[in-house]
């Protein structure tokens, strides 16, 4: 039991800190960059071709990585491998994009809120969401 609830806590952790280091998109750019470095149009924020249950959105994975660098790297990994802070690797595995979101908006054990807000925060949680 104990080590389900440090896992719970370092994943809830690790999704904060990536959603709180993402990057937001400029308000005229229309694409969006998934991680492997293809481009999709920015329709509303959802993919259509995502399975039905998620809530993937398109993201821009460059600005993804760099606001993860910047904010949450020192305790995630620059890897997302895990540092002082749980792994991120896997995080869409086990987290929704929208819990991601709310780790990274409003904190968890250890984590601090607010590292990353607005579209930035919105950008890593569904960059971090892809990551299974």
């Not at 999709?40 to 460059?62: H, K, L, N, V």
């Amino acid at each position: 039991m104990k080590k389900r609830w440090l896992l719970m806590i370092s994943v809830f952790m690790l999704a904060l800190l990536l959603v709180a280091c993402g990057g937001g998109n400029d308000a005229d750019d229309n694409t969006g960059t998934t991680d492997e470095g293809t481009e999709q149009p920015d329709e509303g924020g959802t993919d259509e071709g995502a399975d039905e249950g998620t809530d993937a959105t398109s993201y821009d994975a460059d600005a993804a990585d760099s606001s993860f660098q910047q904010s949450c790297a020192s305790c995630h990994g620059g890897n997302l491998e895990g540092v002082s802070g749980p792994p991120l690797n896997d995080i869409g595995a086990s987290l929704s994009q929208d819990e991601i979101l709310d780790a990274i908006e409003n904190g968890r054990t250890g984590m601090p809120p607010g590292l990353l807000t607005g579209d930035e925060a919105d950008n890593v949680a569904a960059w971090l969401a892809d990551k299974k």
